[in-house]
């Protein structure tokens, strides 16, 4: 067991931890706490790149969507048509910000275009980069459809996320259950909405 003092190994460390988008040092020093605190040896064998270099840097990944310079620069096309546009079963991870636990899951996205399209490969490199970080499904649902709205320009947008929570998985009722969120911005046809629920249910 230790203090939580850092130690000489943690200040020596030569990399530019202090030149990144998130502090390591920090970071490192909080997960040797965390270790301590639970009972285990953070000098021991297996343990001591835990804290020192893995899981500061997985956190510097798993947190990007709070860093602006890291959104995908959404390029447009024009065009003249104005149909649906869906892309369906994209892969989503995010953590929790109740108990610091992923999420996962698929994102379903549709838009109606007004003048111009994304290319596809975007529409994932966003809801990808909008999931990196602390929150909470439906808030992050939300988030998603108004940020393409504002990125596409799109007349309207649809978003669907269906994830499991390993915080209900792993603890508390440890249940293995699919929630679904939906938001909408701008107003979609009663014929695209059944397009949207007819593309989403040909992923099952």
């Given at each position: 067991?230790?203090?939580?003092?850092?130690?000489?190994?943690?200040?020596?460390?030569?990399?530019?931890?202090?030149?990144?988008?998130?502090d390591r040092d920090q970071l490192a020093h909080a997960t040797r706490l965390l270790l301590d605190a639970i009972g285990e040896?953070?000098?021991?064998?297996?343990?001591?790149?835990?804290?020192?270099?893995?899981?500061?840097?997985?956190?510097?990944?798993?947190?990007?969507?709070?860093?602006?310079?890291?959104?995908?620069?959404?390029?447009?096309?024009?065009?003249?048509?104005?149909?649906?546009?869906?892309?369906?079963?994209?892969?989503?991870?995010?953590?929790?910000?109740?108990?610091?636990?992923?999420?996962?899951?698929?994102?379903?996205?549709?838009?109606?275009?007004?003048?111009?399209?994304?290319?596809?490969?975007?529409?994932?490199?966003?809801?990808?980069?909008?999931?990196?970080?602390?929150?909470?499904?439906?808030?992050?649902?939300?988030?998603?459809?108004?940020?393409?709205?504002?990125?596409?320009?799109?007349?309207?947008?649809?978003?669907?996320?269906?994830?499991?929570?390993?915080?209900?998985?792993?603890?508390?009722?440890?249940?293995?259950?699919?929630?679904?969120?939906?938001?909408?911005?701008?107003?979609?046809?009663?014929?695209?909405?059944?397009?949207?629920?007819?593309?989403?249910?040909?992923?099952?």
């Amino acid at each position: 067991m230790t203090d939580g003092t850092p130690t000489h190994d943690e200040s020596d460390e030569t990399d530019d931890e202090h030149d990144g988008p998130v502090d390591r040092d920090q970071l490192a020093h909080a997960t040797r706490l965390l270790l301590d605190a639970i009972g285990e040896d953070p000098g021991r064998d297996g343990l001591v790149e835990t804290w020192e270099r893995r899981v500061p840097a997985a956190y510097e990944e798993l947190t990007r969507g709070y860093r602006e310079d890291e959104r995908p620069t959404m390029r447009t096309f024009d065009t003249d048509a104005d149909d649906l546009v869906v892309k369906t079963g994209i892969p989503i991870y995010s953590l929790c910000e109740h108990h610091l636990l992923p999420f996962h899951g698929v994102a379903h996205v549709a838009y109606r275009p007004d003048g111009e399209v994304v290319g596809l490969s975007k529409l994932a490199r966003y809801v990808k980069w909008a999931s990196r970080k602390l929150t909470v499904q439906e808030r992050l649902t939300r988030d998603i459809a108004e940020g393409l709205d504002e990125a596409v320009a799109a007349d309207a947008v649809a978003v669907e996320l269906s994830t499991t929570h390993l915080c209900e998985a792993m603890r508390g009722v440890e249940a293995h259950t699919t929630t679904t969120s939906r938001a909408t911005v701008g107003d979609l046809s009663a014929d695209e909405r059944d397009r949207f629920r007819d593309a989403i249910a040909a992923e099952h």
